[in-house]
């Protein structure tokens, strides 16, 4: 069974810390427009998202192309799943183009693993339903390292729609593994109690201030209106109890960071004062973003 | 015709009989049950080192016919039966068209005399369309030959409209089964609610959605006197919740299946189809609860819910596909090796929950060796290792997550109606 990257939760901490140092190497690429590596010079990938994304998307076409490999993108609208064509039979066809690796997005939760059982190609996670976002939790921790020497006993505040976040449960595992102190916070419909047993050193609360108290990293989640099922919390409330605001970053700790993994809501979960402030690593995020998606792509397309 | 079962260890509960003897079948019906038979001209069966019993009954199975024969037809599914050790089968009625009147009703049963190898007892919908808005022909389907009601695969969602069944079905003398599940509670959901569709990032169902339908249709029974059957019990509050009827002297009775007292969601491989069916695989907790219940009494009979789906169903993205899986062909195995084996009831027991238990439940005149019963008969053992081999299923389907299990002790042979419907090779 060929490695792709499923998600964080299997993952050994070495393998990420091999992946978060290689990500360095690549970061000042970003000012280069014109300097290509051909590491992956003659490897072909295929970017395949049943779901809607530009910027991550976009983030492995760069990624890809800044290591001379192909990219090829092709978004399920345009696909022949819109004719009903099943999900295996679609990666039949793509499988019988013998790309390199598959990157794939898709709505529901272990899609990707399904695939991975009958396709011999390597396929990368890009976010499956509310399942694993595994490069965003690469991304975020390279991010946060950027600012501070290691993770190990920081106090990270991942504040949202925690129970449809892909990207909290990654960044749980990721966050966990390497020994930070992880605080879950939002409403508490949207913050299902056995979120405190997937991983080591996982706190869970409703109060935005008690959870930013003392924080080292202010992680703020989109609220995932086209995934709920119902109305989980009062119309309206939202920015009033979890939305983040300048006088919250007071209870942080002075050099506390602000992240989020995009596209932000400016008034509903983050004000666009902090979103803009100096605290703001938004925009590190999707820098790194790419660094870290090309040393992904680097470890597993030459593992073969 | 006559078949002559020498030396096996035969069990009946009904008879309170547990002793090595002899079982003479002749023509269709039973003829004799004692020591040292003999029959000129019978067919010898030797059935020593194994157990002889009354044919097991499995109420809840689907046969998908009519209308999704690609998935299961009616002799499919009694072929699978018979090879499973099953006489008899009740087959649910969310086929297409529903089982809502005489004529499905009377079509299931013809073609179930002319192509099933085994009794076949149709359950007739409780609602039109089991849409839950307006009451199914319960009357004329009971004169058609249904032994129950049910809109398994659904619930009854409106109160009151379960309330008016089970007025009706008593004065008519049928039992009501619920699929117990409150759809509003388990919206969306494609396992069960716990640590584990937490971190696979799929929607749970909650064990209280099962629990509070089966707290109001007890309550429902209760008022209108109904016999009511919870299908498929699967949470540790819903057994006690039955126990407490039954101490209170209603009737109410339940039937569990043999995933649910054998596999957690701790089992299931990540995103496997497999190990998708409603009520969905509970934690550690309910399932001790499901067996605990099975060893007190509080459970009344081992039911399939064999539910058999083509592969092309099954192999999607999890959330799509739909629910259910095979039963009939390894029920026995299951009940042996997580009931028996273990010593958590005697086999005495384990053939109540096949026999007395279902037959009891919907009235039926089987589950017994008696003289001039009809001629069914399982006969299984409880030593033979065997590997279950999923791709040889008389099913016309392949959903199950016990492929490739080894098991020790199985079916051996079943006879219907005096008939060998199916022996082991």
Known sequence: ?304 | MSILIKNGRVIDPWAKLDGIADVLIHDEVIAGVGLNIDEAGAQIFDASGLIVAPGFIDMHVHLREPGFEHAETIESGSRAAAAGGFTSICCMPNTAPVNDNATVTSYIIERARRYAVVNVFPIGAITKGSMGEQLAAIGSMKQAGIVAISDDGKPVMNARMMRRAMEFARSHRLPVIDHCEDLHLSAGGDMHEGLHSVRYGLRGIPACSEDVMVARDILLAEVTGAKFHVAHISSKHSVEMVAFAKARGLAVTCETTPHHFALSDDDMAPYDSNYKMKPPLRSVPHVSAVTAGIVSGAIDALATDHAPHPGSEKMQEFEQCPFGILGLETAIGIALDKLIHPGKISLRRMVELFTTGPAEILGLNRGSLAIGAPADVTIFDTDRQWTYDVNKSQSKSRNSPFHNQMFRGGPVATIVGGVFAWKLE
Request: proline content about 5%; aromatic content about 4%; glycine content about 6%.
């Open chain 1, 1 to 304: 069974m060929p490695v792709g990257l499923l998600g964080i939760e299997g993952l050994e901490r070495p393998e990420m810390e091999a992946i978060l140092h290689r990500a360095k190497d690549f970061q000042p690429l970003q000012n280069q427009s014109f300097l290509r590596l051909d590491l992956l010079k003659g490897k072909m990938v295929v970017n395949l998202f049943f779901e809607a994304s530009t910027r991550t998307r976009t983030s492995f076409e760069i990624a890809a192309k800044r290591l001379g490999a192909d990219a090829i993108s092709i978004t399920a609208s345009a696909s022949s799943v819109s004719k009903g064509e099943s999900l295996v039979d679609t990666l039949n066809t793509l499988a019988a183009m013998r790309p390199d690796a598959i990157i794939m997005r898709h709505s529901a939760s272990g899609a990707p693993h399904f695939l991975a059982r009958y396709l011999p190609t390597p396929i990368i996670n890009a976010g499956d339903g509310t399942h694993e976002h595994p490069t965003q939790a690469l991304l975020d921790a390279r991010t946060i390292l950027d600012q501070r020497e290691s993770l190990e006993g920081l106090r990270v505040a991942i504040i949202g729609d925690i129970a449809h976040s892909r990207v909290a449960r990654s960044n749980v595992y990721l966050l966990s593994k390497f020994g930070a102190k992880v605080v879950l916070c939002g409403p508490a419909s949207l913050l299902p109690r056995e979120l405190e047993r997937i991983a080591p050193n996982v706190t869970l609360s409703n109060d935005m201030r008690e959870a930013i108290t003392g924080a080292d990293v202010i992680m703020m989640l989109r609220v995932q209106l086209e995934r709920q099922h119902e109305a989980a919390f009062p119309a309206g409330e939202y920015f009033q109890f979890y939305g983040l605001r300048p006088d919250h970053l007071l209870l942080a700790k002075p050099n506390a960071i602000v992240m989020h993994p995009g596209p932000i809501n400016r008034g509903r979960e983050i004000s666009s004062e902090v979103a803009d402030s100096q605290k703001s690593v938004i925009l590190n995020q999707v820098e790194n973003g790419i660094a870290v998606r090309m040393a992904v792509l680097e470890r597993i397309l030459c593992a073969q």
